[in-house]
């Protein structure tokens, strides 16, 4: 069989996000079957190259990524270069190279929709995002899918952006003209900056909040002040060896080992563990989930790609 070749455009019409939730919540039944090597990281001026392998379910990959931020513009850009290439386990045979940012943007959104399927009270109505940039869409299609959202809450330093983003929607929306404002009233707060400067501060979140902290998946960045890990009651993370390099979890001045407490009354887990178990996560009132992206993601939605598309 010929290896096959798809584009962004391409992937986009055979995968959305809602489809792919179920794609992302079976990897994270799976976890524990999988084998996934730290990504490796490349720095470069205003960026970083990535490699991420991965084994899932009989299917061979690696996500080969750029990330640089644009800074020569007055509007700051994040912009992402990558392919996936999928390999058959037992044949060994290359079964297919993808572009890699709609991949990414679908299943990065995914994985937040489950999150907050799984952590996120089953009420919560008024739906926060920080950064209206590339991805966002796809985060709010995600979680439109897992709650009963009535109103979204929009903040970027670029308010057009804010204005495209909740025009694309059949819902109530409002544009803040500050990160407190924005995350006030919020029962879900999604982050989706490539901050390196934290900017969201515990004293500004209600009582039940779940938050989604999505824009920290390499060494230096930074979205949550230390007041939020220090005091929510659960930190939930997709893969603690990363999120303690890259994610939020690498600014803990302890490096504990993932399934002990800072303190006595929080409680920290990896969304595997809660997937697959499906742990009662209701008596935790303010809840974080730290995303640094795993590059089993990738490789299982790729194959799931391959397969819609040779049937």
Wanted: aromatic content about 8%; glycine content about 6%.
């Amino acid at each position: 069989m010929e290896t096959i070749y798809l584009n962004n455009r391409q992937i986009q019409a055979v995968l959305s996000v809602p489809e792919c939730l179920g794609v992302i919540e079976i990897v994270f039944k799976n976890l524990h079957l999988s084998q996934m090597p730290p990504k490796i990281y490349l720095d470069v001026p205003d960026g970083d190259f990535r490699a991420m392998p991965a084994i899932f379910d009989k299917t061979a990959g690696i996500k080969w990524c750029g990330v640089q931020l644009d800074t020569k513009k007055q509007k700051r850009k994040i912009n992402i270069f990558a392919k996936v290439l999928i390999n058959d386990v037992d044949s060994g045979e290359l079964l297919a190279i993808m572009d890699g940012e709609a991949i990414t943007a679908i299943r990065t959104a995914a994985v937040t929709g489950v999150a907050t399927d799984y952590i996120a009270k089953k009420d919560a109505k008024v739906a926060a995002f920080i950064g209206c940039g590339n991805q966002t869409k796809y985060q709010v299609e995600a979680i439109l899918a897992v709650r009963n959202i009535e109103k979204l809450h929009l903040f970027d330093l670029d308010p057009e952006r804010c204005e495209y983003i909740g025009s694309q929607f059949d819902i109530e929306y409002e544009v803040f003209k500050d990160v407190e404002s924005c995350v006030r009233d919020a029962d879900v707060i999604t982050t989706l900056t490539p901050s390196r400067t934290p900017f969201l501060k515990h004293a500004w979140l209600k009582d039940i909040v779940h938050i989604n902290a999505i824009g920290a998946d390499a060494k230096g960045k930074r979205e949550l002040a230390p007041c939020v890990l220090d005091n929510v009651d659960a930190v939930i993370f997709d893969n603690w060896e990363q999120c303690s390099h890259s994610g939020e979890i690498q600014y803990r001045p302890e490096k504990m080992d993932p399934y002990s407490k800072c303190h006595k009354r929080q409680e920290w887990t990896d969304l595997g563990d809660v997937v697959r178990s499906e742990k009662d996560l209701t008596g935790y009132n303010q809840t974080v989930f730290d995303a640094t992206g795993l590059a089993v993601e990738d490789v299982a939605t790729a194959r799931y790609i391959y397969q819609k598309s040779i049937t």
